[in-house]
C-alpha cells in the first residue's frame, strides 16, 4: 500500500511519440480501523440520552446505528464524538458503527453496549412487624416490604441516612 504511479505515452503509425504522461494515486487495500463507546465505556446510565466517543482512524465517512442492519442509517463524516438518544423500554441498548475510507474499503462493524435504567423502583408498602404500632425498648423488629426493581436497601433511624450505607437487597 502507498503512492503509485502510472506513466503513459502515446504513438501514432508514423513513429511520432508524445511525451510522458503521469499521475499518481493512493493504493489502499486496508479497511479502517476504529471503535465506538457509550458514556466512555460506562456498564450503565440512568438516562436515555449518551455520549458516542469514537475513534474512525482515515476513514472519511461513518455510519451509526442503533440496529446492526443499518437500516435507514447513512453515511456522514466522521466525528471523535456525536450525541445520542436511545429510545424504548429501560434495558440493555447497543450502538453499531461502520466506517469506510477514500479508497471505498469498509470496515467491520464496531459496538458497544449500555445498561439504560431511567425508573426507580417502585414501592409498594414498607411496614414494621406486621404493622404493630408500639414496641418496647431492646425488642428486634422485623422490617416487611414489597418493592420491585430494587438491587440495594438503605435503613436508618434518622431522615437524612447520616450513619445508614447501601446494602444488597
Do not use: C
Request: aromatic content about 8%; charged content about 20%; hydrophobic content about 40%.
Amino acid at each position: 500500500d502507498g503512492m503509485r504511479s502510472v506513466y503513459a505515452k502515446f504513438a501514432d503509425e508514423a513513429g511520432n511519440e508524445s511525451e510522458v504522461f503521469t499521475d499518481k494515486i493512493l493504493l489502499d487495500r486496508q479497511a479502517p480501523i476504529g471503535s465506538i463507546t457509550i458514556n466512555n465505556a460506562d456498564e450503565s446510565s440512568t438516562d436515555v440520552k449518551t455520549e458516542l466517543q469514537i475513534s474512525y482512524g482515515d476513514a472519511k465517512q461513518m455510519m451509526v446505528s442503533h440496529m446492526p442492519t443499518f437500516n435507514h442509517a447513512i453515511w456522514s463524516a466522521p466525528s471523535s464524538t456525536l450525541p445520542w438518544q436511545f429510545n424504548g423500554l429501560d434495558g440493555t441498548k447497543s450502538i453499531y458503527l461502520k466506517l469506510i475510507d477514500e479508497a471505498g474499503n469498509e470496515s467491520e462493524v464496531f459496538s458497544d453496549s449500555i445498561w439504560i435504567d431511567t425508573e426507580a423502583p417502585i414501592v409498594r408498602s414498607v411496614m414494621i412487624d406486621n404493622g404493630i404500632s408500639a414496641v418496647k425498648a431492646g425488642k428486634k423488629v422485623m422490617l416487611q416490604s414489597k418493592v420491585m426493581n430494587a438491587d440495594f436497601m438503605m435503613i436508618s433511624n434518622t431522615p437524612d441516612f447520616a450513619s445508614a450505607t447501601w446494602e444488597p437487597f
